[in-house]
């Protein structure tokens, strides 16, 4: 064994005791435990335990990759995923949580008293949650497959062990802790890393301030080599496409059922919104970060590596070249690997900076980590989402409502196995790269519960026939235009499958609001219910008057 592997090894093992003490100190006992922590998360560290949750594997592994590749057009999903967090802070996140429920799906169901609605959301957070943690399942396979240096299917298949075993048995109050522990430990892998690359090429330890100068370098080595220039705007995609998917990941986000779990875990409307700020401020440390790693990575790419001779290449090569997800072909037979030759996946450039920088074994190890832990956060989250769709508001409110405590755990539990087995299958072949597959995920959930949220808070007049519609059209259309862009080559001025969530909420928006108007309006009750969520816990509204509760 290389010193290399047992320092990754013994920092994954120890990082994986410590969430293992905390999910076993923090188990959950109830079902209040299971699916919203008790609510009695601080608004800081939940904002800590909503960064881990949303800093998936797509963030950690696949971001600072797409932006390498992509250039300025990569810059959408920064700007969609974070913007997303605005429009959840004042949209959604203080509203939901007034409404006292556990889920989306049930929230969906008492605002518009309808049991299809209920179900078809329900349906809807499994399909989202299921698409999203296939990217999960895909990252941690990626870095496993590094750490033992084997094929990343047999990775992604070690994965889905770890996170069933994880994931059931804390339910969300271990899975809180837990994360909170997570970021700190994917945070920091993260910025160690960049800090050093920044202090070895520029001699500035803040990378923030300090790659605008490679960027301008990039520049002149692009048109050097006759490429286009790293920074040039719609260079891989149309302006509408960078639009359409910058407007997909930010009302995704708003959208997202395993996030919006979260900010039922505190206990008032205000701690809602102080953790959606926390949150935001903890996830702009990565995505502040993102085009600064992508900048200095492939500086050193284009400069240290392309241009050398094959059989002079760095020993970092070999050893990803195992994995799968490095090609160096030789295609002019010159013995010398141009920049056109050299074929690295989005999903291995963070994984494989600190080699490439020369870092030390211990920031591959601490990378390696944090990787992990950014898949398992977002991975628990995304199968709670799942669970609770399946084992609260459709066995618990729908099939067998007198079912008792243990009994809902255990199906709860069951449910998490199944899905991360069930992913774990799709996972082995994946349809895409992580990013590109979290951005299905994120189109699905801006055609689906993007409008029937907003619409169901600030729209009193909505009602259930309308929202099924909504989220039937919504559905119906993000999938096709997904699959007719992907497969069939289908695109409407260049946008292609990851911007399907612009047509899905636009037909999910029109489909609710003209269904509602011709058909009969919600009770009063209703309606005053609706009204009553604008207001702060100590406020109740009821027909026109606002009354201060005692």
Known sequence: MDTQFIVSLAIILATFALYIWIAVYNNAKGTSDFYVASRGV???????????????????????????????????????????????????????????????????????????????????????????????????????????????????????????????????????????AQYVVLIVAYLVPIIFISLQITGNPIPWLSYGHIVSELGALDQALGLSEYFAPFENGTKWQFLALMFTLMCGTAGLPHV???????????????????????????????????????????????????????????????????????????????????????????????????????????????AMAAALSTAGGLLIAISSAFAHDIYYRILKPTATEKQRLNVGRITIVVATVLAGIVALNPPGAITQIVAWAFAIATGTFFPALVLGVWWRRGNAKGTIAGMLVGLSVTLGYIFAAKYGGFTILGIIDTGAGVFGATAAIAANIIVSLATKPPSQETKNYVTNLRYPEQMTYKDGEVYMNE
């Open 42 to 180: 601080p608004p800081l560290y939940n904002g800590m335990a909503i960064a881990a949750d949303w800093m998936s594997a797509a963030s950690f592994i696949g971001m600072a990759g797409t932006i390498m590749v992509l250039g300025y057009d990569g810059l959408a999903y920064i700007m969609g995923w974070t913007g997303g967090y605005l429009f959840l802070a004042f949209l959604l996140a203080p509203q939901l949580r007034k409404s006292g429920s556990y889920t989306v799906p049930e929230f969906i169901g008492d605002r518009f008293q309808s049991k299809t609605a209920l179900i078809i959301a329900a349906i809807c957070t499994m399909i989202i949650s299921f698409t999203y943690s296939i990217g999960q399942l895909s990252g941690s396979g990626v870095v496993i497959g590094r750490l033992f240096q084997i094929d990343a299917e047999f990775g992604t298949m070690i994965g889905v062990v770890l996170i069933a075993v994880y994931a059931a048995f804390g339910g969300m109050k271990g899975i809180t802790w837990t994360q909170v």
């Open 260 to 370: 919006i779990a979260r900010f039922y875990t505190v206990k008032t409307m205000k701690a809602a919104r102080w953790s959606a700020a926390w949150a935001l401020l903890f996830i702009a440390l990565l995505y502040f970060s993102a085009p600064a790693y992508a900048a200095f990575s492939r500086f050193i790419l284009m400069t240290q590596v392309a241009g050398r001779k094959i059989s002079e290449l760095p020993a970092w090569t070999t050893s990803w070249v195992e994995t799968g997800l490095l090609k160096v072909a030789d295609q002019n037979a010159d013995g010398i690997l141009q920049w056109k030759e050299l074929v690295i996946a989005n999903d291995i450039v963070v994984m494989a900076t600190p080699e490439i920088a020369n870092l030390g074994v211990f920031v591959i190890g601490l990378v390696a980590a944090g």
